[in-house]
């Protein structure tokens, strides 16, 4: 679609290409598009990425996305402080916080065991959530882990590091299908699953 002439250009293809689920064709398109659109907008685009770039930290508590040491969810004096949900990633807090159904706290392990892939318990936040749930005063730990081999053998690794705590540990109900992935599910399926969790 470009000529290799097109220096500038042909750099934006090769950046846009390697984002996920963007391939050659993607990244021509939306190179082409933003070429197209008012300077102003492309412009508008740049400036978002670099204020996220230079703002956006893990929260000091939780590891959620924030712009300052605490996220709202942790600055919240609202948010149920008895119950904490474990998550893999914060755009699976997001979507469990789309479903409008726990109101609880929230712990982003930042990854998930995976032995073949060199990650390993070290790797994760799990020595901050077992501090947390130590001094806290937690009625109940939800294991929100992804359905898959990894996300269940990371949730068995901290229950059986949470076992000598006084917390409830229990684990999402199996409304969603195993082998999914908790950002892809619809609200529903996630409302469905918070509501009706199980005692792991």
Do not use: W
């Not at 904490?84 to 159904?101: F, Y």
């Not at 020595?127 to 949730?155: C, K, Q």
Request: one cysteine or more; a negative charge; aromatic letters at 4%.
């Amino acid at each position: 679609m470009f000529s290799q002439e097109s220096g500038a250009v042909v750099e934006l293809v090769d950046q846009l290409g390697r984002l996920p689920g963007i391939g050659r064709k993607s990244a021509e398109r939306l190179a082409y598009h933003l070429l197209r659109v008012p300077k102003s907008e492309a412009l508008a685009l740049a400036a978002s990425i670099t204020n996220v770039r230079e703002n956006v930290r893990y929260c000091e508590t939780c590891f959620n996305l924030s712009e300052g040491p605490a996220c709202e969810i942790c600055r919240n004096p609202n948010r149920d402080k008895s119950r904490l949900c474990i998550v893999e990633q914060p755009r699976d807090l997001m979507s469990l916080e789309q479903a409008g159904v726990y109101q609880g706290l929230y712990h982003v392990l930042l990854g998930r065991i995976a032995p073949l892939d060199g990650i390993g318990p070290d790797q994760l936040t799990i020595d901050p959530l077992i501090d947390r749930v130590r001094t806290g005063n937690f009625n109940e730990v939800i294991m929100a882990t992804n359905p898959t081999l990894e996300g269940d053998g990371t949730s068995l690794f901290i229950s059986n590091l949470l076992s000598e705590y006084p917390v409830e540990v229990t684990r999402l109900a199996r409304g969603i299908t195993s082998g999914s992935i908790l950002e892809y599910a619809n609200k529903e399926i996630l409302a469905d699953a918070l509501t009706g969790r199980q005692k792991l």
